[in-house]
Antibody
């Protein structure tokens, strides 16, 4: 059964870069045609799609964050990663990695448990 | 960007009752690219409905979706105890955005 697990620092200083990794188990990133995505949720608030990456490395980013977001895949480690630069307190959120269902890369059917990242000095 | 506005913010109902949740888009959502998710406290969201009315794998048939253009509805025909949660709508026609959520709570 597919499992996704986010990892990375829980505390990031303002103006620095947030870096998270999602480790995939129960399936290979490189053996399927799936995309892989990141979504975040500020405490007590709604969901925000950050971006999506294909195993080939092609990416789709949320236009409102595109200048600060980078995603990449490491097929040798069965991982994909998120970097968000120049963070502020507004970037404090639970960050989820997810895999879409086959129907469309926007439809997230499998999710990690989420990891809280707090931006504070 | 398409902005999604969900109503009501909170819906207070009893088990067995029918729940009707609404989501209005700031512009027309093309190709029926519209979905609904359920989220329980401390858990990741779960995909319920996509393509306006198609149920995702394993979703019971008491959940149904409808709508077109700018107005969409999620209906839960008879609320089960496990259905009390927050529900989010999503459009994926023009970038991908979510609504702010509707909480379905026990009355």
């Amino acid at each position: 059964q597919l499992q996704l697990q986010e990892s990375g620092p829980g505390l990031v200083k303002p103006s620095e870069t947030l870096s998270l990794t999602c480790t995939v188990s129960g399936g290979s990133i490189s053996s399927t045609s799936y995309h892989w995505g990141w979504i975040r949720q500020p405490p007590g608030k709604g969901l925000e799609w950050l971006g999506t990456i294909h195993k080939s490395g092609s990416t789709y980013y949320n236009p409102s964050l595109e200048s600060r977001v980078t995603m990449f895949v490491d097929t040798s480690k069965n991982q994909f990663s998120l970097r968000l630069s120049s963070v502020t307190a507004a970037d404090t959120a639970v960050y989820y990695c997810a895999r879409p269902i086959e129907s469309h890369p926007a439809l997230f059917g499998s999710w990690g448990q989420g990891t809280l990242v707090t931006v504070s000095s | 960007e398409i902005v999604l506005t969900q109503s009501p913010g909170t819906l207070s109902l009893s088990p067995g009752e029918r729940a009707t949740l609404s989501c209005r888009a700031s512009q027309s959502v093309t190709n029926n690219y519209f979905a609904w998710y359920q989220q329980k406290p401390g858990q990741a969201p779960r995909l319920l409905i996509y393509g306006v009315s198609s149920r995702a794998t394993g979703i019971p048939d008491r959940f149904s979706g409808s709508g077109s253009g700018t107005d969409f509805t999620l209906t839960i025909s008879r609320l089960e105890p496990e259905d009390f949660a927050v529900y989010y709508c999503q459009q994926y026609a023009n970038s991908w955005t979510f609504g702010q959520g509707t909480k379905v709570e026990i009355k």
